[in-house]
């Protein structure tokens, strides 16, 4: 499917939103919560710019579903260091062996039951974190209220990862058209979201 100005457009906002975030958004965090943040949207920007250059097709290379993988499994790990550090080496090691494990299954047999279970349940629970987490923190005090924005973005980032699985599949809920057409609102659209709740990560 061809790319219109408007997708290209899109995608280069969300890749922009991407860098902000790199180089002001976590410029006060600590530097294990930089780097887990860097890497997710360090991933983003360049998936951003690789959509825009070389079009869709790039979405079915093996290489680019494994480091997606790293987007949410990033921000959540980035999450969960900076408010509850206490659950960091268990979820470090949940982080790795979920990431390790999609590696294997992909390259193994990227369409069979295991590959799809072991990207599933990553994405599953790293969505979860990311959605959980702020929303939590906000409800015991821990943080401001702008940080639910950041569960608006880990909505939309399972939204979109869970349309993509589908086609994937081969049984989308959606037309591959329109998924397609949603995609670069969906992700331009989370990625202000996460922009403006990391602003509120602190009271």
Do not use: C
């Not at 410029?27 to 869709?56: H, K, N, Q, R």
Request: hydrophobic share 60%; no cysteine.
């Amino acid at each position: 499917m061809k790319l219109s100005i408007l997708d290209r457009l899109l995608f280069l906002a969300a890749g922009l939103l991407s860098g902000y975030i790199i180089a002001f958004g976590i410029e006060d965090f600590e530097l294990p919560v930089m780097t887990a943040f860097t890497i997710s949207f360090g991933v983003m920007l360049l998936a951003s710019l690789m959509i825009i250059i070389i079009g869709y097709e790039i979405l079915e290379n093996s290489s680019v579903v494994i480091a997606a993988t790293l987007v949410p499994l990033g921000l959540a790990l980035g999450l969960v260091i900076l408010k509850f550090p206490q659950w960091f080496i268990p979820y470090l090691i949940f982080a790795l062996v979920g990431f390790f494990g999609v590696v294997f299954t992909h390259f193994k047999n990227n369409t069979g039951k295991a590959g799809v279970i072991t990207l599933a349940l990553t994405h599953a629970i790293s969505g979860l974190t990311i959605v959980a987490l702020p929303i939590y923190s906000v409800a015991i005090g821990q943080s401001r209220f702008g940080f639910v924005y950041v569960a608006v973005g880990g909505s939309l980032i399972g939204l979109g990862g869970l349309l993509l699985m589908f086609i994937k599949l081969k049984k989308p809920i959606l037309s591959v058209e329109i998924v397609m057409k949603a995609l670069p609102w969906i992700l331009t659209l989370m990625m202000f979201f996460f922009s403006l709740g990391l602003r509120y990560a602190y009271q």
